[in-house]
Structure formats: structure tokens, C-alpha cells
């Protein structure tokens, strides 16, 4: 059974504090995602990886950035985290070029910035 | 700018009744449409997924109806059931293998008794 594990489930931060998101899959897949989940917007990408050392920007990259040193670790960095960055935050997982495999989701972690 | 329009936000059913849910896109590019269904402090996971060569496709009681010629695409769960209580999304792609999706905005199912 597939899982994506992430390092924390909360998380709560000071304004202009360095944030590390992590997020670990046992599954030996290529592509990583992360997601950020707010009520009414759903889920927007930030980031994905089809590889290691590879990042593409998704749809709302801004204030972000990540890191893929590991075929199982991605990681999501907000350089100088602000209040408009309090979200559910999602990362997940599949296989590349399988057909449009599925997305694996872990299950999220809530950060907050005061 | 919202690629996949998704509604009702949320919805309330009673047990047994039928529970529709739609969703709406305008890039004709599209070509894979999946929905995840979401349990609180779970992650999304999916739920059934339809190619547009197909206008529908069914597994037990959920059901996608697909009309190209609109650009739009629709949930129907049957015999609506308490544990169907859940946030469901619908999402969309291009291209055969690239998994990167956009999402609908989310709609919340409630199933009463």
C-alpha cells in the first residue's frame, strides 16, 4: 500500500520565519507534488518533480520554492513565511507516464503563520 | 483563473437519495477527468476517473457523465449512503501520463438520515 508521509501534521510559524515542509513516499514514484488545499479554492499546485534535482513552478509558485535531493523526499521551503501562506498544505505522489496514474496524497499538514 | 468550475460547494442528501455533483471546464485540451474524494484530516484519494472517448463509466454507485460537445462532467453517487459524507473534487489534464492536475474548487456531501 502506497503511503506519503508528511513530518508534520501542524505547524505554526512566526511571519518572516524560514519554514521546511516535508514529505517522504515509499513507493518508488517518479512525480511529487505539493499542494496547497483553502476553503472555496481547492487545491492549487505550487510545486512538482518529475525527477530527482528537477522542479517545475505549478500554478501559484510564489513565496516558494522546494528541493528534491532524493527520489522519495520532496521538500517545500517558504523562504520567509506570511500570513497569507496559512493553508492546508498536501503533498503527493504517483508514477510517471503510466497513463495518468493516481495522485497518492498525504495527509496534509496544517500551517498557520501569526 | 479557475480552468475547472465545480459546483455545488456543498450539499446535503438524504440517505438513499441521489447525490450530483458537477463540474465544468473550457480547455478543450483536456483529456483525462478524475475524481478524489476527500475524509476529514485524510488526504484526497481517487475515486473513478473517465477519457473523453467515453461518455460514462460507472463502479458500484458512483457514476461520471461526460458530454464533450458542453465541456462538462458530473458526479452521480446512487443510493447515497451516510459514509459517502466527504469533500469531493473533480479535476482535469492534458496530455496521455502527465499527472499534473487542476482541481475543482471542492464540493462538501452531507448525508443525512
Known amino acids: 500500500d502506497v503511503k506519503v508521509t508528511q513530518s508534520s501534521r501542524y505547524l505554526v510559524k512566526r511571519t518572516g520565519e524560514k519554514v521546511f515542509l516535508e514529505c517522504v513516499q515509499d513507493?518508488?514514484?517518479?512525480?511529487m507534488f505539493w499542494y496547497r488545499q483553502d476553503p472555496g479554492l481547492g487545491l492549487r499546485l505550487i510545486y512538482f518533480?518529475?525527477?530527482?534535482?528537477?522542479?517545475e513552478k505549478g500554478d501559484i509558485p510564489e513565496g516558494y520554492s522546494v528541493s528534491r535531493e532524493k527520489k522519495e523526499r520532496f521538500s517545500l521551503i517558504l523562504e520567509s513565511a506570511s500570513t497569507n501562506q496559512t493553508s492546508m498544505y498536501l503533498c503527493?505522489?504517483?508514477?510517471?507516464?503510466?497513463?495518468?496514474?493516481?495522485?497518492?496524497f498525504g495527509n496534509g499538514t496544517r500551517l498557520t503563520v501569526t | 483563473q479557475q480552468q475547472v468550475k465545480q459546483s455545488p460547494q456543498s450539499l446535503i442528501v438524504q440517505k438513499g437519495g441521489i447525490s450530483i455533483i458537477n463540474c465544468a471546464y473550457e480547455?478543450?485540451?483536456?483529456?483525462?477527468f478524475p475524481w478524489y474524494q476527500q475524509f476529514p484530516g485524510k488526504g484526497p484519494a481517487l475515486l473513478i476517473a473517465?477519457?473523453?472517448?467515453?461518455s460514462e463509466k460507472k463502479e458500484g454507485r458512483f457514476t461520471i457523465s461526460f458530454n464533450k460537445s458542453a465541456k462538462q462532467f458530473s458526479l452521480h453517487i446512487m443510493d447515497s449512503q451516510p459514509g459517502d459524507s466527504a469533500t469531493y473534487f473533480c479535476?482535469?489534464?492534458?496530455?496521455?501520463?502527465?499527472?499534473?492536475?487542476?482541481f475543482g474548487t471542492g464540493t462538501r456531501l452531507t448525508i443525512i438520515p
Open positions: 518533480s518529475y525527477d530527482v534535482k528537477m522542479k
Open positions: 479535476a482535469a489534464s492534458t496530455h496521455f501520463g502527465n499527472e499534473k492536475l487542476t
Open positions: 473517465i477519457r473523453p472517448d467515453v
Open positions: 503527493a505522489s504517483s508514477f510517471l507516464g503510466s497513463g495518468n496514474s493516481p495522485l497518492h
Open positions: 513507493m518508488d514514484h517518479e512525480n
Open positions: 480547455n478543450t485540451a483536456f483529456d483525462y
